[in-house]
């Protein structure tokens, strides 16, 4: 569910609420009505993503008819909730000395990432399933590091007085 959200950007609620019908294993994608915006959204299934479902489906998952994808792993096994994708998410953070963080940053990184590589920002809120651009904003931070790179080194310059006392 972290590779899905991480390589998706899928939000945590529709990661949770992912059917059997949503993933066509065929054309290597993934198709659902997102949650919080009612709008539909194809993303590509990479083959790191689909053997990590297909190796849950067949080793993790408990055994039931249930249409979800990802399931509690103690009856009743319906699908898992939004909290169980934080918590699980942050007790490996944790477990490797990184600090808790909400699940929706993998969305941001996604974002951000995305804009680092030079993926147009249109195309990244289509990843997102944003309507509108100044959404997607947001989720794009600052990219101090390459930032830095652009800056001029003023190493061995030195500031000179001016005619009215201040520096030049």
């Known amino acids: 569910m972290i590779l899905l959200a991480t390589v998706t950007g899928l939000r945590e609620i529709d990661i949770a609420g992912l059917r059997f019908k949503d993933i066509d294993w065929r054309n290597g994608e993934i198709k659902i009505i997102q949650s919080k915006t009612e709008e539909s959204i194809a993303l590509p299934l990479t083959s790191d993503v689909g053997r990590a479902i297909h190796d ?13 994808i990802f399931l509690r792993v103690y009856a009743p096994f319906r699908e898992v909730s939004g909290g169980i ?3 699980q998410f942050n007790k490996y953070r944790v477990k490797v000395g990184l600090p808790i963080c909400p699940f929706h940053d993998l969305r941001r990184s996604l974002g951000s990432n995305m804009v680092i590589s030079g993926v147009p920002v249109t195309t990244v809120a289509q990843v997102l399933g944003h309507s509108d651009i100044d959404s997607t904003k947001q989720y794009i931070s600052l990219d101090t590091k390459h930032l830095k790179e652009c800056a001029l080194d ?5 500031p000179q007085k001016g005619k009215r006392g201040g520096f030049q």
Not at 56 to 68: C, F, T
Not at 154 to 158: A, L, N, Q, V, W
Request: zero cysteines; charged letters at 20%.
């Open 154 to 158: 003023f190493s061995g310059i030195e």
């Open 85 to 87: 994708l934080y918590g």
């Open 56 to 68: 849950y489906i067949l080793n993790g998952r408990p055994e039931s008819g249930h249409d979800s």
